[in-house]
């Protein structure tokens, strides 16, 4: 019965970035979905500079939402054959747990019953063995800022070994703006001195809004005309706070509710109401009336559509 109903709704263009196939997408985010917004480009350009100049620590931060582990990601997608990545996705460790997980990102045997002293000189040895080969380990921390204060003190211990140009181990991390309050504290005045390059993510602005939209429908397949509206454009900038993540949900809500009345383009009141049932995003006085339009609207899409696509494979 689904999918007889799904024949009787009205298809318009908008159908045509709405194909099972889109789930491939989600195999590969960190390459085919990504937007070189200038942000994030010069993000990565001053992550590379810091990289070669040899520093300890590095720091990026920005909201949540704004694409740092999307960053960490083409980072770490773009090291050269030279370096070697030590990816730390779990920040909730003690330092015992951090240089286990560090001396096996590094190609060594290691738990945590093994003698804490012992296993620190085996690192040294890995870090120094590497060093003569011309590799550069790399750590990548993501959520730094819930990562506590005595594992990042055993992380800047961890640096301490140098040559006369660089260090053996590089640290880059990734985090809220939490992370900045955290390393503010006088007990981190060490790993603080520590960060010799910092950037920050910000928000996109309208323009960004409306290129990032139109990347994400092209990425999808879409070549067709343009899907948003410009005042469509205008409230997902006023109800994003041009927060990427919050742009895909508001995004995809508004494409579900026009495909579902069979529209040719995305309107202002289609992004309105679907900010209005979304959590975190800034809703206008006329959309907060609205939040049963898009409840009810795709509760009757679903049962047309649920044999079409599974929700968020467009905007994850």
């Keep these: 019965m689904a999918a007889a109903m799904a024949r009787e709704l009205p298809r318009s263009d908008v159908s045509r970035i709405l194909p099972p196939a889109r789930g491939a997408l989600l195999a590969d985010p960190g390459h085919r ?57 779990n920040p909730h460790l003690m330092p015992s747990m951090l240089r286990v997980a560090v001396a096996r990102e590094l190609g060594l045997e290691a738990d945590s019953r093994l003698d804490q002293n012992l296993l620190l000189g085996r690192i040294q040895d ?14 990548c921390l993501d959520e730094a800022q819930a990562m506590p204060d005595e594992t990042l003190e055993a992380l800047r211990l961890l640096t301490n070994l140098e040559t006369e140009k660089r260090k053996l181990l590089q640290v880059v991390m990734f985090g809220q703006p939490e992370l ?50 410009d005042g469509a454009i ?22 579900m509710l026009t495909y579902g009345r069979g529209g040719d383009t ?19 006085t006329t959309a907060r009336g609205r939040t049963w339009l898009i409840a009810a609207g795709l509760a009757a899409l679903a049962i047309g559509v649920l044999a079409l696509l599974r929700p968020g494979a467009l905007w994850p």
């Design 33 to 89: 979905l990504f937007f070189c917004h200038s942000g994030h480009r010069e993000a990565l350009n001053t992550l590379r500079i810091a990289l070669d100049s040899g520093e300890g620590f590095i720091r990026v931060s920005g909201e949540v939402g704004t694409g740092k582990t999307m960053l960490c990601r083409m980072l770490l997608s773009e090291l050269r054959e030279d370096e070697r990545a030590v990816y730390i996705p």
């Design 126 to 139: 890995r870090l120094i063995e590497l060093g003569h080969q011309g590799v550069r380990p790399i750590v």
């Design 180 to 229: 900045e309050e955290k390393l503010a504290k006088p007990s981190l005045r060490q790993v603080r001195q520590r960060i010799a390059w910092s950037c920050r993510l910000e928000p996109y602005d309208r323009d960004d809004i409306a290129a990032y939209i139109d990347h994400r429908l092209a990425v999808a397949g879409y070549d067709g005309h343009r899907l948003f509206r």
């Design 234 to 255: 205008d409230a997902l900038q006023r109800s994003s706070g041009g927060i990427p993540r919050l742009i895909n949900i508001i995004a995809h809500k508004a494409l």
């Design 266 to 284: 995305v309107r202002k009141a289609d992004v309105e109401a679907a900010a209005a049932d979304t959590d975190g995003a800034l809703q206008s």
